[in-house]
């Protein structure tokens, strides 16, 4: 979720400390796992706000066509990690968040709106923007190279 080495292993610290200063407040309603990652990802969230991370609000009305189509998804078996990474990387903060989220974290729209604090319409434009956004830059039109 962070482009910095150094801000992500200075929040992983932080984590750390935070799930053993609060081990007495886990409930046992979930995993320790998922309780653990919940931290974590509120953590970075709360660090990224802090650095004013810009998400662009839409109303339910401006989303228009946007929708989600797993067959628009990148097919090209030629992409290596690095490549994908360096690409996700180099997305706007807001885009990165909630496409990092929603992929790698397994959250939904409406969790991510919730944990982020905007709508769900938002978090689902972010969403495809950032697709859009990755496959242009995968496709070689703004990617740099590794």
């Known amino acids: ?32 796992g998922a309780w653990i990652k919940r931290i974590v990802v509120n953590n970075c969230i709360n660090f990224l706000k802090k650095r004013r991370l810009t998400i662009q609000s839409l109303d339910d009305e401006r ?12 097919h090209d078996n030629h992409l290596s990690v690095q490549e994908v990474k360096k690409a996700i990387a180099q997305l706007p903060d807001g885009y990165r968040v909630v496409f990092t989220l929603y992929v790698f974290e397994g959250y939904d729209h409406k969790e991510i709106a919730d944990i982020l604090n905007i709508t769900e319409a938002t978090s689902k434009s972010q969403y495809s923007r950032a697709r859009k956004k990755l496959r242009e830059l995968l496709s070689g039109r703004e990617y740099a190279g590794v």
């Open 63 to 74: 989303m228009g066509g946007i929708t989600e189509n797993p067959d628009d998804d990148l």
């Open 1 to 32: 979720m962070l482009n910095d080495r150094e801000d992500a292993e200075d929040l992983l610290q932080q984590s750390f400390i935070d799930v053993f200063t609060k081990l007495d407040s886990f409930r046992f309603e979930s995993s320790i």
